[in-house]
């Protein structure tokens, strides 16, 4: 089903065509969206790192730096595409899109504000955990694709690093299932309706474990081993270059906000106002997309103080990390939120 007034622009074409053009235009748009909030997510880093490190960063192209995105861009649009002689042409080209079309694709059940998702379907969690999975096929066919031994080493390294944390997200987001009683992410988001109902309250660590989890799946600081140019030089993705090497980076930053989105929905209401229900004037009572977008910023800042902020970790303590720590720490906590909803406290007494 489509809104109203979409069925009466589109009523000039058959009916069973005008769901596939209203939601197309609605996956382009939010793809555009994603993309442009992404360009100037990579503006806002510069200068808050600088900002942090006591530098200016961009400051040059535009008031403020404000078109350095556009520059950027510009610049990889007009670099040569190489590929490598000896490589895999077909896996080559295609290893970007598999990184970057899931991390776009998951949006289509992100909830970003009430009663507003793409597709509205009752397994919205098995989706996004699909989807999130499959990027890692990017990484390992650009190493493999590219045949060169240093590429596939770092593949090799960034797709062990990816599978333990994905490990430690998906029991994560298993106490969240057990918290919210749905797989449905708008049920998730409303099972934390009503004073201090968000569930970061009762699954604190499985927040912390989940975050930090997002952090190292994206390969960012501190656990951005793949880019270690002294060890790997850049890793799997060392013979990209152009716009090749641009979808690699694009889908890195996308990810970013889509991690942070998820821990916005999972443990914090998501679009949910934290004074829902309160006397408080306008805007700060309204639940809606704006405090999606608050909380989503507050996390993409985490990512950016974290990468001003920490030293590099050596591979042995991010694996050690991951398998040894993450996982039974997760593991625990579902036995705690097992009794917890045995005794129905917090969001199991009612």
């Known amino acids: 089903m489509i809104p109203e007034?979409?069925?009466?622009?589109?009523?000039?074409?058959?009916?069973?065509?005008?769901?596939?053009?209203?939601?197309?235009?609605?996956?382009?748009?939010?793809?555009?969206?994603?993309?442009?909030?992404?360009?100037?997510?990579?503006?806002?880093?510069?200068?808050?790192?600088?900002?942090?490190?006591?530098?200016?960063?961009?400051?040059?192209?535009?008031?403020?730096?404000?078109?350095?995105?556009?520059?950027?861009?510009?610049?990889?649009?007009?670099?040569?595409?190489v590929i490598p002689t000896n490589s895999n042409r077909y896996l080559f080209v295609l290893a970007p899109l598999l990184a970057l079309i899931p991390a776009l694709s998951t949006w289509a059940v992100v909830p970003l504000w009430p009663g507003f998702t793409v597709a509205n379907i009752n397994a919205g969690l098995l989706y996004i955990l699909a989807l999130t999975s499959a990027g890692v096929y990017g990484v390992i066919l650009a190493g493999w694709a590219t045949n060169s031994k240093y590429a596939f080493l770092g593949a090799m390294r960034a797709a062990a690093q990816m599978v333990a944390y994905e490990i430690a997200m998906g029991f994560a987001l298993v106490g969240v299932v057990m918290a919210a009683g749905s797989l449905n992410l708008g049920d998730i988001i409303a099972a934390q309706r009503g004073h201090f109902g968000y569930l970061v309250w009762y699954l604190a660590p499985l927040f912390v474990i989940y975050f930090i989890s997002g952090v190292a799946e994206t390969n960012r600081a501190p656990f951005d081993v793949v880019e270690?140019?002294?060890?790997?030089?850049?890793?799997?993705?060392?013979?990209?270059?152009?716009?090749?090497?641009?979808?690699f980076f694009v889908a890195e930053y996308v990810n970013m906000i889509l991690i942070s989105a998820l821990t916005s929905i999972f443990f914090f209401g998501g679009w949910l106002s934290p004074f829902e229900g309160w006397p408080v004037p306008g805007w700060l009572g309204a639940s809606g997309f704006h405090w999606l977008f608050i909380k989503i910023s507050f996390f993409l800042f985490c990512f950016l103080w974290f990468r001003a902020?920490?030293?590099?970790?050596?591979?042995?303590q991010i694996m050690r990390l991951g398998w040894k720590v993450f996982i039974p720490v997760t593991l625990v906590w579902l036995l705690v939120e097992g009794v917890l909803a045995y005794y129905k406290v917090g969001p199991w007494a009612s």
Request: aromatic content about 14%; hydrophobic content about 55%.
């Open 5 to 81: 007034f979409a069925a009466n622009l589109l009523s000039f074409l058959p009916q069973w065509t005008q769901a596939i053009v209203f939601y197309g235009v609605v996956a382009v748009i939010l793809f555009l969206s994603v993309i442009i909030f992404m360009a100037f997510l990579t503006l806002a880093e510069r200068r808050v790192i600088g900002s942090i490190q006591a530098r200016i960063g961009p400051n040059r192209v535009g008031p403020k730096g404000i078109g350095q995105p556009f520059a950027d861009v510009l610049k990889l649009l007009l670099k040569e595409i």
């Open 228 to 247: 270690g140019e002294s060890e790997i030089v850049a890793g799997f993705h060392v013979e990209y270059a152009g716009m090749a090497f641009a979808v």
């Open 309 to 316: 902020t920490f030293p590099r970790y050596r591979y042995d």
